[in-house]
């Protein structure tokens, strides 16, 4: 079945609120997002600043220990304005530079929707004029949290959340373990590009109109999302240091090999150890994002 919802409520928090729209394995979704400051596809404000989510969407006969996948069939910007904000974390550079930044304010960017570039003019900046491509991904994507619990959009965990990491696009599937009754699947935080890390708190920050497709898996064992890409398989970790966040997310990699490919961990230890590689996602908020990927070329079949 196809549905399509225009949002007309939003949450600051993943948690187990009511729903918005009950759908079904096999299911499609057209919605649409608020920006991460609750501006909509017109520039107003729709929704409490602070990546505002779309959602719930209850997926039936999702229950705690299955697996929830989601497609993102698209992720389009809506409108011809976005915005970032002017400088970097303070926690992202040496400590005797931190007095160099400047002083961080929000600066808008022109959307061109058909050439799908953006353009800054921060009369402040040198230089002044910069233009990227749209490179369009979710900067939040996740389920309810485990135990009932209502968690900050500002941050991440074993649920998903804001993990800011920029392979969030069109065309991959991500998957969630689900911790409540209908997993209760949220979307968000749409960024038109953004570079590694979200080191400026934000990326290209703009409405969005997405397409996603749902598919339930019975008693899976998940215990981070994971990601499929055309050429990879991805396990993503959420968690201060970063250190530890790279640990959730291999080993998190080293279960689905074991699991899904037919590796013990002894095999698997030899192909990470050789063909493994590092993603960043976010590294600005309270909790940071490893990915851990392998290119499917070395995996059997």
Known sequence: ????????????????????????????????????????????????????????????????????????????????HGYTMSGVAPHIVDGDFVNELPTRSKVRWAVDLSSGTATLNDELAEPTTLTVAFAPMLGCIGVAPPAGQAISTATSGRYGGNMDYRAVTAGVSISFPVFAPGALFFVGDGHAAQG????????????????????????????????????????????????????????????????????DTRGASHLLGQALEYDIGNVFDPAYTVAAKIAKNHLPG
């Open 1 to 80: 079945m196809e549905h399509t919802f225009e949002p007309a409520t939003y949450h600051n928090n993943f948690g187990s609120y009511d729903p918005i729209l009950r759908i079904s394995s096999g299911d499609l979704v057209r919605t649409s997002t608020a920006d991460a400051f609750g501006n909509g596809r017109e520039g107003d404000l729709v929704a409490k600043p602070g990546n505002p989510l779309t959602g719930p969407f209850f997926v039936e006969d999702a229950e705690p220990g299955d697996e929830l996948v989601v497609l993102i069939e698209a992720i389009v910007p809506n409108r011809d």
């Open 196 to 263: 590694d890390g979200e080191i400026v708190g934000t990326g290209i920050e703009i409405s969005m109109d997405v397409s996603f497709r749902v598919e339930l898996r019975k008693n899976v064992e998940l215990r981070w999302p994971r990601m499929n890409t055309e050429t990879h398989i991805i396990a993503l970790g959420n968690a201060r240091p970063v250190d530890q966040a790279l640990q959730h997310a291999t080993t998190e990699l080293i279960r689905w090999l074991c699991t899904d490919y037919g590796y």
